[in-house]
Structure formats: structure tokens, C-alpha cells
T-cell receptor
Framework: DSGVTQTPKHLITATGQRVTLRCSPRSGDLSVYWYQQSLDQGLQFLIQYYNGEERAKGNILERFSAQQFPDLHSELNLSSLELGDSALYFCASSGGPRQPQHFGDGTRLSIL | GQQLNQSPQSMFIQEGEDVSMNCTSSSIFNTWLWYKQEPGEGPVLLIA?????ELTSNGRLTAQFGITRKDSFLNISASIPSDVGIYFC?????????????FGKGTKLTVNP
């Protein structure tokens, strides 16, 4: 158990819809990272938050947004969903720049 | 952008054999990490490396951070059936103090008992 909790485990929805993925980091970790895993692209970094502030952005679409709340949990919002957004979405957390990232078990998003 | 070339893509071995996989890049990385992923789960950290030349072991696993900072390898000795899974290398790029991880495409390991 990595200590990183992601909900829900599975999401099935339709094109054009909007979903919210939730992540609770390990106790004490201030940094939260979101990654997308697809068969063709592998694991890709989306965005990082540190103590409530956006720290770094990767290949995140404009239709996607995230935030980190005062209790340090984070949410990834995906809107105007397309078939190609079907993927596994992972959250990771770490205690700082020189600390390893620990991953949750992911949310599997299926767009029908 | 940064890319990690991980090889081999897959390995089929007999229980008890040793395994070696590696990652290379044209860019310099500050940190190298190795993860293992099993179906329905997230990547699980195996080994983290922070200094060029560093050699670190975790049980039957040994990993090294290359001297050039552009490569890393992972060895598994005396493989057992529960070693089955996909192994990923990941690196933190040097430029800009980035904390993001860049991942290799993975090595799928199958162990025949």
C-alpha cells in the first residue's frame, strides 16, 4: 500500500461529458502529481501541485484542469471528453524534490 | 523533449535466471527510479538513485545510476514467479529543476516456473 488513495477506481462515461478524479496524497506529502497512462503514449506527466499551488505543467490538454485543496487532496477535472481520453490516470505524491514519487492505484476512465 | 529508451521490451525467462534491463537517454537526468507495475495497480517504487555512479540494492534487485547521468540499469537475480510484471525506468530531468518524471515504455517480464 503506497498510502496514495485514488477514487473512483473505474469511471465509464460518454463523449462530451465531464468527470472529476480525486487523489489523497500520503500523509505529510505536499506535492501531488498527475499522470496519464495509455497504450500508445505510455506514462505521461500532466501537472504538479505543491501545497496548493501549481508547480509544473506537462502535456495537459486545455480541457483538463486540476487543483489542490487546503487539506492537500487534489482533483483532476476532465471536460468535453473524447474517445481518446480513455486511459488510466494516476496520482503520485512526494515529500519534496529529492524524495521519490509514490503512486496510487489509478482511475481507469472509459469513454463510450 | 526528453525520452527514455528502455530495453528490452519483453523478456521470457525461466525461474532462477538473472534478468537485466536498461534505460538510456540523450538528456541528463538528476534522478533515476525503477518501478514495477502489476495489472490493476499503480507503479510501485523499487529503487531510487540520486548520484551519478550510485549502485543500490533492494533484496534481489540492483540498480545503477550511470556515470554520464544518461543511463541506468536494473538487475534481478534468481528470478521467481512473483517477479512477473512490467518494469519501468523513470528519470527526473536536470533542466529547470523539474520534478516531473519521464518514463520509459517498460519491460514486460514473464517468468516460467
Amino acid at each position: 500500500d503506497s498510502g496514495v488513495t485514488q477514487t473512483p477506481k473505474h469511471l465509464i462515461t460518454a463523449t462530451g461529458q465531464r468527470v472529476t478524479l480525486r487523489c489523497s496524497p500520503r500523509s505529510g506529502d505536499l506535492s501531488v502529481y498527475w499522470y496519464q497512462q495509455s497504450l500508445d503514449q505510455g506514462l505521461q506527466f500532466l501537472i504538479q501541485y505543491y501545497n496548493g499551488e501549481e508547480r509544473a505543467k506537462g502535456n495537459i490538454l486545455e480541457r483538463f484542469s486540476a487543483q489542490q485543496f487546503p487539506d492537500l487532496h487534489s482533483e483532476l477535472n476532465l471536460s468535453s471528453l473524447e474517445l481518446g481520453d480513455s486511459a488510466l490516470y494516476f496520482c503520485a505524491s512526494s515529500g519534496g524534490p529529492r524524495q521519490p514519487q509514490h503512486f496510487g492505484d489509478g482511475t481507469r476512465l472509459s469513454i463510450l | 523533449g526528453q525520452q527514455l529508451n528502455q530495453s528490452p521490451q519483453s523478456m521470457f525467462i525461466q525461474e532462477g535466471e538473472d534478468v537485466s534491463m536498461n534505460c538510456t537517454s540523450s538528456s541528463i537526468f538528476n534522478t533515476w527510479l525503477w518501478y514495477k507495475q502489476e495489472p490493476g495497480e499503480g507503479p510501485v517504487l523499487l529503487i531510487a538513485l540520486y548520484k551519478a555512479g550510485e549502485l543500490t540494492s533492494n533484496g534481489r534487485l540492483t540498480a545503477q545510476f550511470g556515470i554520464t547521468r544518461k543511463d541506468s540499469f536494473l538487475n534481478i537475480s534468481a528470478s521467481i514467479p512473483s517477479d512477473v510484471g512490467i518494469y519501468f525506468c523513470a528519470g527526473q530531468p536536470r533542466q529547470g529543476g523539474s520534478e516531473k518524471l519521464v518514463f520509459g515504455k517498460g519491460t514486460k517480464l514473464t517468468v516460467n516456473p
